[in-house]
């Protein structure tokens, strides 16, 4: 390429020039993060062409030894970082630093999005924002007013030249044709950065944030050069040398994360297979925890060299939260991505992190409960999506589960369940819905409330699915409070006169006879079935699914998804006690073709429709009854 060639603009996309406006005009008071996130970058870098040139040694050239140099220069008030990795093309700078790329920015860029949303609490959030996500590369931003970035890509003939003031764009060059493979990063510290070129100062944040890099990390400042950091992969130190500040920077690093970890797996597997971890779980989820691209943050090391971190046998997806380091010897280094799929030494080593995770979950469920449920509320759903995904690791997380329950207030185990549970009563009670507050309220468990049988509110959509596969918990079956065979007299004890009603009345069921024959007469197909109900004390009626039928909320969503047919009709249950039923009773044995029995058949069902939150079957034919029903009460 001619270096004759003219610089070329380019713009920012929108996204990546609204970051970029709120981290150069940011008082973030950390600014110094952003020397962690270029080391960071060109860690990555090196670990990129290391593994590229396990396949192709001539990448490497005579240039084969790793390294990250800094370079500081107070008088022209500039700093730079350089690595020898894999480079970047001239469209790879374009995609990579124009766009949204960086798996922290794209964090970044969906809370603004969502700060957005509400701009009483933008004005505030901006600043947090940047604390909590970091904003990868364009950090520099912060310090600096001008960014010249200067790369060539491993075995490409030509180099390229970035260059930005973070203001909307940014333009793109050729670079001198001996430009050496790599990236340097050219910082023009802005006039309040100056700091940031004195090398004690740089010296002292790489010590703090960068110290677990396993490459040599070398500061060049004058004419005198030397290299700051131990250079040993953090996994391959022993546990007592290390530091929790160590491991979280190492944490933050690894997983490209800016919160903290929850709970740090650091350990060395000898035996048949040898193998070092070191896994975070973290503080909080993140914003594509249930993208279906989204895949788990562990990398997979062969020897201390980087090999993949999409490596899926490693950690199974109802684990994909979590982040780190696994390093083996057991796997030869120029393994391939695709052959690692298939690869036993993997799937065991998998197998092996899974208990370990698990375990140690267990460990902090029995010892640190409160600190447990923090857990269980950012990544619970997760976990339960391994319930019925993994049968070998079914009753493991069945301990580990917690759900929200008519007996408690906070969050219960199952163990807690079965130990409230009545004498005489064998299953385990649940009822699925949207939230907790109004399952609890809801008409289908009013027998059970009034009878103080314990039932499992659940709320998260995977909670259709795992009580399929994982039919019981200690030999009780899970089963739905809104089945229509529950037969509740069999618990001993809970059919209390209360439950029975003194303040409702006496009429006898058995009476229902006549208005059951004209109500579904009425309804048609519209119920499969109608029948006086156990469960109900206080409403009138209510909608049951069959035996043997998809529960309601689970059919609901199926059909959403396009998965299942139409409407499935439903059994829909009638309250003997309740004055309504009565009096329509009344009025059905009195005048077996009544109008108004019929019409009223209709409200009942539609009412319950709405109970479930569904619409009527026919809104307009809803309002009319419902108006001249209103009508003739007043008449
Ligand atoms: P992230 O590191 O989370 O991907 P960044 O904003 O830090 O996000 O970086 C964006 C992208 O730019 C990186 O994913 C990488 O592809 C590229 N990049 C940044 N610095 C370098 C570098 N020194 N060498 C090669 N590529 C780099
Ligand atoms: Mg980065």
């Keep these: 390429m001619a270096d004759s060639a003219a610089a070329e603009r380019h713009d920012f996309q929108a996204e990546v020039a609204r970051v970029l406006d709120i981290v150069v005009n940011s008082l973030y008071s950390k600014r110094e993060i952003f020397l962690r996130e270029l080391i960071s970058n060109a860690s990555d ?35 730079s970082v350089t690595d020898n990795g894999i480079g970047m093309s001239r469209q790879e700078l374009i995609d990579n630093l124009g766009t949204i790329a960086g798996s922290g920015t794209a964090k970044f860029a969906a809370s603004l999005a969502e700060a957005e949303k509400d701009k009483a609490k933008k004005e505030k959030s901006d600043v947090n924002l940047i604390g909590q996500f970091g904003v990868g590369f364009y950090a520099a931003f912060m310090v600096a007013d001008k960014v010249v970035v200067t790369s060539r890509h491993a075995g490409a003939d030509e180099a390229w030249q970035w260059t930005s003031d973070g203001h909307g764009s940014f333009e793109i060059e050729a670079a001198p044709a001996d430009t050496p493979r790599g990236t340097t990063i050219e910082l023009h510290l802005k006039k309040d950065a100056k700091e940031f070129a004195d090398s004690s100062r740089v010296r002292h944040i790489v010590t703090t944030y960068s110290d677990h890099i396993g490459l040599a990390v070398w500061l060049h400042a004058g004419d005198k050069s030397e290299q700051i950091n131990e250079a040993a992969a953090l996994w391959t130190r022993p546990k007592k ?90 796997l030869p280094l120029n393994v391939s ?38 857990f269980w509320e950012a990544f619970g759903q997760v976990l339960k999506e391994g319930i019925y995904e993994d049968p070998d690791q079914r009753d493991t997380l069945l301990k580990l589960a917690r759900f929200r329950s008519t007996a408690a ?90 439950a029975d009603g003194d303040k409702k009345d006496e009429t006898p069921s058995g009476d229902l006879g006549a208005l059951i024959a004209m109500v579904k007469l009425a309804l048609g197909d519209k119920v499969k079935d109608v029948r006086e109900s156990k469960r109900l004390t206080d ?44 009096a329509m009773a009344e009025k059905a044995r009195q005048d077996g073709s009544s109008r108004d029995v019929e019409e009223m058949a209709f409200l009942l069902l539609d009412q319950a429709r709405i109970i479930e939150g569904e619409p009527p079957l026919d809104g307009a034919a809803f309002a009319k009854r419902m108006a001249d029903t209103m009508a003739r009460a007043l008449a």
């Design 539 to 582: 409403s009138a009626c209510c909608l049951v699914a069959d035996e043997g039928d998809l529960d309601m909320r689970l059919q609901k969503m199926l059909q959403a998804a396009g998965q299942a047919p139409g409407d499935a009709a439903r059994i829909l249950e009638i309250n003997a006690k309740h004055r309504l039923i009565r």
């Design 45 to 79: 870098a090196c670990d990129k062409l290391r593994y590229e040139a396990q396949l192709d040694s001539a990448l490497l050239k005579d240039d084969a030894d790793l390294k990250i140099t800094i370079a500081t220069d107070e008088k022209a008030k500039t700093l």
């Design 409 to 498: 207030d906070g969050w219960t185990s199952l163990a807690d369940y079965v130990e409230r549970m009545k004498d005489g009563q064998t299953q385990v009670f649940t009822i699925t819905g949207d939230d907790p507050a109004s399952l609890k309220a809801s008409p289908q468990i009013e027998a059970f409330r009034a009878r103080d049988i314990e039932v499992l509110l659940l709320t998260d959509p995977v909670d259709e699915f795992w009580p399929m596969s994982a039919t019981e918990f200690d030999g009780k079956p899970f089963t739905s409070a809104t089945r229509g065979d529950i037969d509740l007299d069999v618990i001993a004890g809970t059919k209390t006169d209360e």
């Design 337 to 374: 991505r695709e052959m690692l799929q298939a690869s036993p030494v993997v799937a065991k080593i998998g197998k092996g992190l899974v208990k370990r995770v698990l375990g140690e979950l267990q460990k902090k469920a029995d010892k640190a409960p409160d600190d447990y449920i923090a």
């Design 241 to 330: 040398d290390i530091t929790e500040d160590q491991y979280k920077e190492f944490y933050r690093h690894v997983g490209h994360a800016f919160d903290e970890p929850w709970l740090t797996l650091h350990n060395r597997v000898e035996g048949v297979i040898a193998y070092t971890s070191l896994l975070f779980i973290p503080e909080r989820p993140p914003f594509d925890l249930f993208d279906p691209a989204r895949r788990h943050g562990v990398k997979l090391y062969v020897h201390k060299v980087f090999i993949t971190d999409e490596c899926e046998g490693l950690v199974p997806p109802w684990l994909r939260f979590l982040k780190g380091v696994v390093d083996s010897e057991d």
